[in-house]
């Protein structure tokens, strides 16, 4: 079982940051992947940004350039850095980690933060 915690979110003008953390109830190392995905009314989840065990980073093509995961292993903590905010970035943000158990892939998700853009 992993527990993750959300915090960060807010409102924000176009073109300004937000920082999003996410605190896992373990070793964020032993975790195979962790990632950010979002989810804006009316359309489906995404996958924002993506951060394995091994260190490897994966990003949505509309956030390429402007969001950057990293982590804090001292911490278990996972944060998504979110500059050049953008209207459509308005969304609820959710942390999600993939944890393998004898090969067994178990999925766990916190409860979200919204994030608002305004123009």
């Known amino acids: 079982q992993v527990q993750l915690v959300e915090s960060g979110g807010g409102l924000v003008q176009a073109g300004g940051s937000l920082r999003l953390s996410c605190a896992a109830s373990?070793?964020?190392?032993?975790?195979?992947?962790v990632g950010w995905y979002r989810q804006a009314p009316g359309k489906q989840r995404e996958m924002v940004a993506r951060?394995?065990?091994?260190?490897?980073?994966n990003y949505g093509d509309s956030v390429l350039g402007r969001f950057t995961i990293s982590r804090d292993n001292a911490k278990n903590t996972v944060y998504l850095q979110m500059n050049s905010l953008k209207p459509e970035d308005t969304a609820v943000y959710y942390c999600?980690?993939?944890?393998?158990?004898?090969?067994?892939?178990?999925?766990?998700w916190g409860q979200g933060t919204q994030v608002t853009v305004s123009s």
């Open positions: 373990k070793s964020i190392v032993s975790i195979n992947a």
């Open positions: 999600n980690a993939v944890l393998f158990t004898w090969s067994v892939r178990n999925e766990y």
């Open positions: 951060i394995t065990s091994g260190g490897g980073r």
